[in-house]
């Protein structure tokens, strides 16, 4: 449905909504106030006030969102001056962060090992915006109409969420102010306004160094090349409640399950980025059509941005774990600060290709070069490296003694 949609779309107007998309990706940050890194560990540390947890966390996070929703609007009446029709879309699709809100419930999933319902409340959520989507195709309508399909996608998964978290014996939901306080985290949040700097900051340069069209080949890239990478969040959060209990039992078991993700991570993003730069050409043309060429090249860079990407976010654990929150505030001012310069160097000169390199060089400096020259987390640049060279990765088999080779 998002290949038709492009395709409808064009470009222009294609790059316009993901244009918007950026503002809202650049807010969330702020919208979530770093709360899904706290989440997990609070429920599983105090299974008893689970209710309390989720009712702050919603509560926190809707008045959070809401005031995000307004701060976009006002940054886009002034950056965006008399593009009504920009500031409709951006106005539309904003609206998403009200209702993200609710998926604080699928970290109460998570912690109980029943993430299939997350998935489900998603589920759904894409499923009715996809027969949106399909009806505006048939009917013919303006960009405008497709802006609010991510605001429909995320108010049905809220629906969902509260329907079974009812259903699954939640506990009655309340408001704390205390529960707040310790909630907060101010290092979180920083460092996610920090990776939403260079998350957005190539696309929002690239509409105002040149044009939509160029958003619009960088958006097709990029989501060409992530399209799988919903295997890759699963495998973390399926792994990661694992870990914390590890964190809390068996100090060698931590250190190794974590070495053994950044390595499954590693190897499964580099096997696919492989196919994708082989097949990048052949995929565009077929999928978005000849208008799209231009996006071929971007792909093929972007695609190796997933493996540093996601050893970033299966670090989360670890960081956790060891109470290393707020060392990540200098590694992302240091990211965001790197990947705004080569945006301003590589933009003008290679346009989204070289925003696609910005992109990852930024990543790996922030995943490898970064954390290796910051004391405090180098233990787990140095875990990253080892996991890449498969040093104890795989269990050491024991060896069978000549008493238990005779019994076979």
Not at 139 to 144: A, I, P, S
Not at 189 to 200: A, E, F, P, W
Not at 305 to 315: E, N, P
Not at 344 to 361: E, H, N, Y
Request: net charge positive.
């Amino acid at each position: 449905v998002n290949l038709l949609t492009a395709r409808y779309l064009g470009p222009s107007n294609y790059g316009l909504v993901n244009y918007a998309a950026l503002y809202t990706a650049f807010f969330t940050s702020f919208a979530t106030l770093g709360l899904s890194s706290l989440l997990l560990k609070d429920f599983m540390d105090d299974p008893e006030g689970a209710g309390t947890t989720v009712g702050t966390a919603i509560a926190m996070r809707l008045l959070s969102s809401t005031l995000s929703a307004v701060s976009i609007l006002a940054i886009v009446a002034a950056v965006d001056r008399g593009e009504r029709l920009t500031m409709t879309v951006v106005a539309l699709y904003s609206m998403s962060l009200i209702f993200q809100a609710f998926d604080t419930i699928q970290y109460w999933f998570q912690s109980r090992l029943e993430s299939k319902y997350a998935t489900i409340a998603t589920s759904v959520g894409y499923i009715i915006v996809s027969f949106y989507k399909v009806l505006l195709l048939v009917l013919g309508k303006d960009v405008r109409w497709f802006a609010i399909s991510n605001t429909i996608d995320y108010a049905v998964a809220a629906i969902v969420f509260l329907g079974l978290y009812k259903w699954r014996g939640g506990p009655r939901l309340h408001i704390s102010p205390a529960k707040g306080r310790a909630l907060q985290s101010g290092s979180f949040i920083l460092c996610g306004l920090m990776v939403s700097v260079y998350n957005c900051t190539d696309r929002f340069m690239l509409k105002h160094l040149l044009d939509e069209a160029s958003v619009g080949y960088y958006a097709t890239a990029t989501s060409l090349a992530t399209v799988w990478t919903f295997v890759l969040s699963a495998i973390i959060d399926s792994i990661t409640p694992g870990i914390m209990q590890a964190h809390r039992t068996d100090r060698a078991q931590f250190v190794r399950h974590n070495r053994q993700l950044y390595a499954l991570v590693f190897y499964l993003s580099v096997a696919v980025s492989a196919v994708i730069t082989l097949l990048a050409r052949p995929a565009v043309s077929l999928l978005y059509g000849e208008a799209y060429l231009p996006a071929v090249m971007p792909m093929q860079v972007i695609t190796w941005y997933t493996a540093f990407s996601y050893l970033g976010v299966a670090r989360g654990a670890w960081v956790v774990c060891e109470g290393k929150q707020k060392y990540l505030t200098p590694l992302y001012i240091g990211s965001a600060l790197v990947n705004v310069a080569l945006n301003f160097l590589l933009i003008p000169c290679w346009g989204a290709t070289g925003a696609a390199v910005a992109s990852l060089l930024t990543q790996i400096s922030t995943t490898f070069v970064f954390p290796l020259l910051l004391r405090p987390l180098r233990p787990n640049g140095l875990l990253m490296c080892q996991a890449i060279l498969l040093r104890d990765v795989f269990p050491k088999r024991k060896k069978t003694d000549n008493s238990q080779r005779k019994a076979c």
